[in-house]
């Protein structure tokens, strides 16, 4: 059998009014590449799937360790990326490669390493760094266990960057080879926040205000601005709100801002909403205010419904347009149409049409009715309505698919055969219409 049945605990749920869940991410302290992992995990993602993603990709020269760091005395998740040689997690986003950042690291990297194109960095770390394009990091990713999901999550975020590598320094995109996207520690980061949402069932996320340092950076070359370009680029491309503080350095760093970019799906939170989860991933840097991104899973208030009923008497109508009518209000939106026999003035024989519709279909209902019928005037009035949450899902029966309607009121469901579903396979098969319909709902209630 084919189909999901919907949770009937969860379908309850959204029938008191709360809707899919999204993630806010709320980046009063800026964002980068650890501290989005870190607030995942801490929002919940699992640990081991993170862990067997990474391992997929098969990149030597580093591990992992995901612990605890209090910021201003709030304890937060950490996620470190520990190259081979060092003593500790420094940060090894994009940004924190490309400049001489003032983190709080027990070390510091010396910048030996050229590059073959306007801009030269160098390292002397102990590990090798490897040239790759975006071609290079696609194959690393396509070619491990990560879910579709996942790897199509990750190489959207390595596309945005690597669209404001090209944008910054004047190359097309095929020709950009940078070294800070490709090491090893900035693939863990993306794959790892792409394997993360993945796991959390993340498809919708909204990204409040992004708020950015002052200042400058330094670089073996020279001096740059905070923001640096890579960001400011990316900010501009995406529709990012950026707000710059008096706080003195880099807040946000071109891997953190392209995950925002990456995973945003709404421009505002909903009006109304609850808390269903919250996690903090904790930054490297001391800031002093917090240097947390914190991460809420929430659900929306779905609006409640605006519906209408129309009515109106018709005594002077044949059954032909009548019959039309309907028709036409179905095919225009309608929730519901019907005919009640009644009785008007001087005891003629009537109909009465009842039609209930949403409040942004009632006047275009409205001119339908006045324009086939013979009526000249329509009575209105609000509805409220207790509507059982449902699902459609497919079952294939021995003759072949059809649809039913699983509908749900607390543990119970209750499983409805689609009239046409069941109406063509009695055509097909000369079968009675009423034991196809009962073989459809016996297997429906199965799934």
């Known amino acids: 059998m084919a189909g999901v049945c919907e949770n009937p605990v969860q379908a309850a749920d959204q029938e008191e009014g709360w809707g899919s869940k999204m993630l806010y991410l709320e980046c009063l302290s800026g964002i980068s590449g650890d501290m989005t992992v870190a607030a995942l995990l801490d929002l919940g993602a699992s640990r081991d799937r993170l862990l067997e993603g990474l391992a997929s990709l098969g990149l030597d020269g580093y591990e992992v360790k995901i612990g605890r760091r209090a910021k201003c005395g709030v304890e937060a998740c950490s996620f470190d990326v520990i190259l081979d040689g060092e003593e500790d997690g420094g940060s090894h986003d994009y940004t924190e490669q490309l400049h001489d950042h003032d983190h709080d690291h027990d070390h510091e990297h010396s910048h030996e390493h050229t590059h073959t194109h306007d801009h030269e960095h160098s390292h002397d770390h102990r590990h090798p760094h490897v040239h790759r394009n975006l071609g290079d990091i696609t194959e690393i990713i396509n070619r491990s266990a990560m879910t579709e999901r996942a790897k199509a999550t990750a190489l959207r975020i390595f596309g945005i960057v690597a669209e404001a590598e090209a944008r910054v320094h004047g190359n097309p995109i095929e020709e950009v080879h940078f070294h800070e996207v490709g090491a090893v520690d900035s693939i863990v980061d993306i794959c790892a926040a792409a394997i993360c949402l993945d796991d959390l069932d993340i498809t919708e996320a909204v990204i409040s205000e992004i708020s950015e340092g002052s200042g400058h950076v330094h670089c073996q070359h020279g001096i740059l601005p905070v923001p640096v370009p890579a960001v400011t680029a990316i900010a501009g491309e995406y529709g990012l709100y950026l707000r710059l503080t008096d706080t003195r350095g880099e807040m946000v760093t071109p891997t953190g801002a392209a995950i925002a970019a990456g995973v945003r799906t709404r421009e505002a939170l909903p009006d109304s909403f609850r808390i269903v989860k919250t996690g903090m991933g904790a ?165």
């Open 283 to 447: 930054g490297k840097k001391d800031f002093p205010k917090a240097n947390l991104l914190r991460a809420y899973l929430i659900e929306e208030r779905k609006k409640k419904e605006e519906l209408w009923m129309l009515e109106t008497n018709i005594d002077d109508a044949t059954g032909e347009a009548l019959g039309y009518v309907m028709d036409r209000l179905f095919r225009a939106g309608a929730r519901d149409v019907c005919y009640l026999p009644a009785f008007m003035k001087k005891n003629r024989p009537a109909w009465l049409l009842k039609v209930v519709c949403d409040e942004d279909r009632r006047e275009d209902l409205e001119g339908l009715i006045f324009c086939h019928t013979t009526t000249i005037g329509i009575r209105r009035y609000p509805l409220e309505r207790t509507a059982l949450p449902r699902k459609i899902l497919t079952v294939k029966t021995e003759w072949g698919e059809a649809r039913a309607k699983a509908v749900f009121r607390g543990e119970q469901t209750f499983c409805y055969p689609e009239y046409e579903d069941v109406a063509r396979l009695a055509d097909e098969t000369g079968k009675p219409f009423q034991d196809i319909y009962e073989e459809i709902r016996r297997l429906a209630a199965e799934v």
